[in-house]
């Protein structure tokens, strides 16, 4: 597959989209963290703007007040310098692309993490839906990139590797999108507790209603604000990212062929990962 270069380009060997331009990857090195910044890191189709707006809800909450928060794009520097409030980063980057400050600074990380065969598929969507990406065919073109690092982002095996290697320096919180989903309760728990935030039972079961994939889709769809606020580059419209938000619709997708190939490499690259153990895979 080739990347149209005016949509496409390499950097380091992966590919972004030209909205992050290499002239912003440059700079990423240079840029200033503060100490109090979050990130949440994933790769792309994982459950960011879930994961953001379960954030959303957490800061605007009762005990939060104190420290309002903003969330900001990587790929929007010069806002992202000039923001007042706590910041909240999204990010896709891999671990080795993170600028240093964040490293330096020991910012607090989450990172969500996809059964990589549904990420996959979604991801295989999203390419077909979105002008800001190249427009693929046949799946099993795509299944072949998607494997081989070819798709934005590289591949998914180096970038859920590349945070777990150093998951002793970040302190990362690792949350799964597939327990996510089925004790929602639980993961917003987690975070509370990851970053210090004290709420009540019903404050939590409260968050979690706002940040049903139900009700996130519906007020996309109402939202007369500016559907192109997403929250990172790779985002044409945040109407776009909500699609079927379930948990193993890759078995309608891979062939028992594909399914041995994806296999045959997950176990050959993640043997020794032990986030991949705990995947449901
Ligand atoms: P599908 O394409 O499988 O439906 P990202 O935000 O990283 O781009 O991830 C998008 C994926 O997360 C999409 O998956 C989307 O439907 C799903 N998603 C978004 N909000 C969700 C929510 N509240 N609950 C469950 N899944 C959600």
Redesign the pocket.
């Known amino acids: 597959m080739s990347h149209p270069a005016d949509l496409i380009h390499l950097f380091n060997g992966i590919p972004f989209t030209t909205r992050s331009s290499v002239e912003l990857l440059r700079s990423l090195d240079r840029f200033q963290a503060r100490e109090d910044d979050l990130l949440l890191v994933?790769y792309?189709?994982?459950?960011?703007?879930?994961l953001a707006?379960i954030m959303k809800h957490l800061y605007l909450s009762k005990v939060a007040l104190t420290s309002p928060m903003e969330l900001g794009d990587i790929s929007k520097l010069d806002e992202l310098n000039n923001m007042i409030a706590k910041r909240i980063i999204p990010t896709h980057l891999s671990y080795d692309m993170l600028p240093r400050d964040f490293k330096e600074k020991k910012c607090k990380v989450i990172y969500i993490i996809r059964n990589p065969k549904?990420t996959a598929?979604?991801l295989y969507?999203y390419y077909r839906d979105n002008p800001n990406l190249p427009t693929i065919e046949a799946w099993s073109t795509y299944l072949h990139m998607f494997l081989h690092g070819e798709v934005v982002c590289g591949s998914w095996f180096d970038h859920v590797l590349s945070w777990e290697e150093h998951k002793n320096e970040t302190g990362a919180l690792f949350l799964h999108y597939e327990s996510m989903?089925k004790d929602p309760f639980q993961s917003v728990r987690r975070i509370c507790t990851y970053l210090g935030i004290n709420l009540h039972e019903n404050e939590i079961h409260e968050i979690c209603k706002k940040?049903?994939?139900s009700e996130?889709k519906n007020s996309v769809e109402k939202e007369n604000s500016d559907p192109n606020q997403t929250v990172c580059a790779l985002?044409s419209s945040k109407k776009l990212?909500?699609?079927?938000?379930?948990v193993g619709?890759w078995k309608h997708y891979f062939t028992n062929k594909q399914n041995r190939l994806f296999d045959e490499m997950y176990n050959r690259k993640m043997h020794s990962s032990s986030l991949a153990k705990n995947l449901h895979y």
């Open positions: 994933s792309p189709k994982s459950g960011t703007h879930w707006e549904d598929v979604s969507h989903k940040t049903s994939f996130m985002t990212v909500f699609r079927k938000g379930t619709e």
